[in-house]
């Protein structure tokens, strides 16, 4: 069956940084939009950031931008988040989600156990 595998989750001072990694089997992550959601505690999940498939276009979260860089590696089969200048409201279970289609539309259909990142203040 379909895994996705986050790896990278921290705890870090702010304004440090870190980089989240999925790791896909049984799925392509250049075949479909690929994204990351965080879940704070309390708090609805929320979508981070996206990358479609057809032209890699990206797309973040208000809170995020200028801070986070999503990519992937197709011949790793990887799933990035590129996290800068954290902050302590970007502390939360973060996740990886892929979509059953090109350009993000819906709702993923798999999702990642999900990676933990704490920032401290």
């Known amino acids: 069956q379909v895994q996705l595998v986050e790896s990278g989750g921290d705890s870090v001072q702010a304004g440090g940084s870190l980089t989240l990694s999925c790791a896909a089997s049984?799925?392509?992550?250049?075949?479909?939009?690929m994204g990351w959601f965080r879940q704070a505690p309390g708090k609805d999940r929320e979508g981070v950031a996206h990358?479609?498939?057809?032209?890699?276009?990206?797309s973040y979260g208000d809170s995020v931008k200028g801070r986070f860089t999503i990519s992937r590696d197709n011949a790793k089969n990887t799933l990035y988040l590129q996290m800068n200048n954290l902050k302590p409201e970007d502390t939360g279970m973060y996740y990886c989600?892929?979509?059953?289609?090109?350009?993000?539309?819906?709702?993923?259909?798999?999702w990642g156990q999900g990676t933990q990142v704490t920032v401290s203040s």
């Open positions: 989600a892929a979509y059953d289609n090109m350009y993000c539309m819906g709702t993923p259909l798999y």
């Open positions: 990358i479609d498939s057809g032209r890699s276009t990206t």
């Open positions: 049984k799925f392509t992550v250049s075949g479909a939009c």
